[in-house]
């Protein structure tokens, strides 16, 4: 279990370095009762305060849980009743157990639930409730939060979560604005995360916090998921040309060049392994895979 610990721990450092905290503040208000929480520690978490309580998303581990329930205690006295996960992956769905100490119900996809359950971790607890379908609304409140399932895209049980009357979404790991895809692109199905990208641009929001960033401005737009749709095709549409040069296979990697992305963190030295991915991706077919009725 030591290893294991390593490894998640090196992860959170290779995501803190390919993120950039995105404000000085630790604490933003994106909206009336709606605030961005970004420690610094490469992970943002939101939390909604409603009339009758507290809606928190994203607990990403135990410390980043505790200064997480903290903020939202410098903000109200009002209990947190909610905890909703993303999805499955680890380095998301852990330091549960912070909010259900403080009495809150911790929700995720089930899909995400069931990988919890049959993948344990020493810092992560199985949600208190498993939600199934394409959407659920939670009505809190006098709030509303719309929880839309994005289907085999990135991980399991992706959601992404919307404020129909704020017009916010949080939007975990599909998309961080300027900065290219995480590394070797791990756990994405590289067709699903398209069509869920082409999904969320089709969402009604003005305003939109993500789980990473490498801006500079705390809050992000549609123009951000519509970049990274572009990115993902202008790479596909890169490998393709390679390939039609005659280019080697193992040559793809380093002679795809995008100049359009160059600013983006991490550029240099994860555009090779997205392009390894993509290129893969296209000539072994999508993967992982799984039939939709699973969806």
């Known amino acids: 279990m030591n290893v294991l610990r390593i490894a998640v ?11 950039v905290a995105a404000a000085d503040d630790v604490l933003t208000q994106a909206a009336e009762g ?20 507290v809606i928190a998303i994203e607990s990403v581990n135990t410390t980043h849980a505790q200064g997480l329930l903290k903020a939202i205690q410098g903000v109200t006295d009002k209990r947190v009743y909610y905890l909703l ?4 992956h680890w380095d998301h769905a852990s330091g549960g157990q912070v909010f259900r100490e403080a ?17 344990p971790h020493p810092d992560m607890v199985l949600p208190s409730e498993a939600w199934v379908g394409k959407q ?22 992706m ?9 916010i979404v949080y939007i975990a790991d599909l998309v961080t604005p300027n900065r290219v895809l995480f590394s070797i692109v791990p756990d ?54 390679e390939f039609k040069k005659g280019t080697s296979w193992k040559d793809v990697p380093h002679a795809v060049k995008l100049p359009k992305y160059q600013h983006w963190a991490m550029y240099d030295e994860w555009l090779p392994l997205n392009v390894w991915r993509i290129m893969l991706d296209m000539h072994m077919g999508p993967f992982p895979w799984r039939p939709k009725y699973v969806d």
């Open 188 to 241: 994405f199905n590289i067709p699903g995360f398209l069509e869920s990208l082409k999904r969320i641009e089709a969402m009604d929001f003005y305003r939109a916090i993500y789980s990473h960033s490498a801006a500079k401005e705390p809050f992000g737009t549609k123009a951000d998921v519509t970049l990274m749709r572009e990115y993902v095709e202008d790479l596909q549409g890169a490998v393709v040309a």
């Open 85 to 88: 996960h993303s999805h499955n």
């Open 34 to 53: 709606v605030y961005r929480y970004a420690p610094g520690d490469g992970y943002i978490s939101m939390f909604i305060v409603t009339k009758d309580g």
């Open 9 to 19: 721990a090196l992860l959170a450092a290779l995501l803190v370095y390919g993120s």
């Open 103 to 119: 009495g809150a119900s911790i929700v995720a996809h089930a899909e995400a639930y069931e990988w919890m359950k049959a993948n």
């Open 159 to 167: 959601t992404v979560f919307r404020l129909p009357k704020e017009k």
């Open 136 to 157: 659920r609304d939670i009505k809190f409140g006098g709030t509303t939060v719309e929880m839309h399932y994005m289907g085999s895209s990135h991980g399991y049980g």
